[in-house]
Protein backbone atom coordinates (compact mmCIF):
# COMPACT_ATOMS: atom_id res chain seq x y z
CA UNK A 1 0.00 0.00 0.00
CA UNK A 2 1.72 3.13 -0.67
CA UNK A 3 1.34 6.19 1.79
CA UNK A 4 2.51 9.76 1.50
CA UNK A 5 3.65 12.08 3.85
CA UNK A 6 3.96 16.03 3.12
CA UNK A 7 6.77 17.89 5.32
CA UNK A 8 7.94 20.92 5.20
CA UNK A 9 7.58 24.83 7.44
CA UNK A 10 4.63 25.54 8.42
CA UNK A 11 5.14 29.24 8.26
CA UNK A 12 6.72 31.09 5.72
CA UNK A 13 7.10 34.99 5.54
CA UNK A 14 6.04 36.56 2.60
CA UNK A 15 8.15 36.85 -0.77
CA UNK A 16 9.93 33.96 0.49
CA UNK A 17 9.93 30.47 -1.32
CA UNK A 18 7.65 27.88 0.00
CA UNK A 19 9.75 24.54 -0.26
CA UNK A 20 7.70 21.05 0.83
CA UNK A 21 8.68 17.24 0.38
CA UNK A 22 6.78 14.91 -0.53
CA UNK A 23 7.69 10.96 1.36
CA UNK A 24 6.59 8.00 -0.28
CA UNK A 25 6.38 4.22 1.62
CA UNK A 26 5.41 1.44 0.31
CA UNK A 27 5.03 -0.11 -2.99
CA UNK A 28 7.00 0.68 -6.31
CA UNK A 29 6.61 4.64 -7.97
CA UNK A 30 9.13 4.12 -10.25
CA UNK A 31 7.52 2.96 -13.12
CA UNK A 32 6.06 5.01 -15.61
CA UNK A 33 2.60 4.13 -14.58
CA UNK A 34 2.70 7.39 -11.44
CA UNK A 35 2.21 10.95 -11.96
CA UNK A 36 3.43 12.66 -8.90
CA UNK A 37 0.52 15.83 -8.21
CA UNK A 38 0.65 18.87 -5.42
CA UNK A 39 -2.97 20.57 -4.68
CA UNK A 40 -3.67 23.08 -2.03
CA UNK A 41 -6.87 23.97 -0.43
CA UNK A 42 -6.69 27.76 1.03
CA UNK A 43 -8.99 28.15 3.62
CA UNK A 44 -12.63 28.63 2.62
CA UNK A 45 -11.76 26.98 -1.01
CA UNK A 46 -11.83 23.99 -3.30
CA UNK A 47 -9.11 22.15 -4.10
CA UNK A 48 -6.38 23.89 -6.30
CA UNK A 49 -4.90 21.64 -8.94
CA UNK A 50 -0.80 23.15 -8.83
CA UNK A 51 0.91 20.95 -10.72
CA UNK A 52 2.41 17.27 -11.48
CA UNK A 53 5.36 15.18 -12.61
CA UNK A 54 3.71 13.54 -15.66
CA UNK A 55 3.84 10.24 -16.52
CA UNK A 56 6.73 10.31 -18.99
CA UNK A 57 8.40 12.14 -16.37
CA UNK A 58 8.02 15.46 -17.46
CA UNK A 59 6.46 18.47 -15.21
CA UNK A 60 3.30 20.50 -16.15
CA UNK A 61 1.81 23.02 -14.09
CA UNK A 62 -0.93 25.42 -13.50
CA UNK A 63 -1.07 28.23 -15.58
CA UNK A 64 -1.89 30.49 -13.25
CA UNK A 65 1.09 29.29 -11.13
CA UNK A 66 3.40 28.28 -13.78
CA UNK A 67 5.94 30.80 -13.30
CA UNK A 68 6.20 30.46 -9.26
CA UNK A 69 6.12 26.99 -9.44
CA UNK A 70 8.50 23.80 -9.66
CA UNK A 71 8.15 19.98 -9.05
CA UNK A 72 10.91 17.95 -8.97
CA UNK A 73 11.31 14.29 -7.76
CA UNK A 74 13.96 11.66 -6.37
CA UNK A 75 13.02 8.23 -7.23
CA UNK A 76 15.75 7.04 -5.61
CA UNK A 77 14.99 8.64 -2.32
CA UNK A 78 11.01 8.17 -3.04
CA UNK A 79 10.59 11.57 -2.89
CA UNK A 80 9.03 14.15 -4.61
CA UNK A 81 8.68 18.00 -3.77
CA UNK A 82 7.25 21.61 -4.29
CA UNK A 83 8.34 25.02 -4.35
CA UNK A 84 6.39 27.95 -5.08
CA UNK A 85 8.20 31.39 -5.23
CA UNK A 86 7.19 34.94 -4.12
CA UNK A 87 4.67 33.66 -1.62
CA UNK A 88 1.92 35.95 -0.32
CA UNK A 89 -0.48 35.70 2.07
CA UNK A 90 -2.96 34.38 -0.41
CA UNK A 91 -0.98 30.76 -0.70
CA UNK A 92 -2.18 30.23 3.07
CA UNK A 93 -3.68 26.47 2.63
CA UNK A 94 -3.37 23.07 3.32
CA UNK A 95 -1.10 21.84 0.63
CA UNK A 96 -1.37 18.20 -0.36
CA UNK A 97 0.33 15.90 -2.27
CA UNK A 98 -1.00 12.86 -4.33
CA UNK A 99 0.18 10.22 -6.89
CA UNK A 100 -1.79 9.03 -9.03
CA UNK A 101 -1.58 5.34 -10.53
CA UNK A 102 -2.48 4.42 -14.10
CA UNK A 103 -4.40 1.18 -14.39
CA UNK A 104 -4.65 1.00 -18.08
CA UNK A 105 -7.51 2.16 -20.05
CA UNK A 106 -9.11 5.22 -18.32
CA UNK A 107 -9.17 4.09 -14.83
CA UNK A 108 -6.45 5.47 -12.10
CA UNK A 109 -6.15 4.48 -8.18
CA UNK A 110 -5.19 8.06 -6.44
CA UNK A 111 -2.85 8.35 -3.30
CA UNK A 112 -3.08 10.94 -0.91
CA UNK A 113 -0.90 12.83 1.72
CA UNK A 114 -2.51 13.60 4.94
CA UNK A 115 -2.10 17.32 4.05
CA UNK A 116 0.19 20.32 5.31
CA UNK A 117 -1.01 23.34 6.47
CA UNK A 118 1.13 26.23 5.20
CA UNK A 119 0.41 29.79 6.54
CA UNK A 120 2.31 32.98 4.75
CA UNK A 121 2.82 35.82 7.50
CA UNK A 122 5.11 37.94 8.52
Known amino acids: QVQLQESGPGLVKPSQTLSLTCTVSGGSITTSNYAWHWIRQPPGKGLEWMGR???????VYSPSLKSRTSISRDTSKKQFSLQLSSVTPEDTAVYYCRIRERLGGLLHRDYWGQGTQVTVSS
Open 53 to 59: IAYDGSP
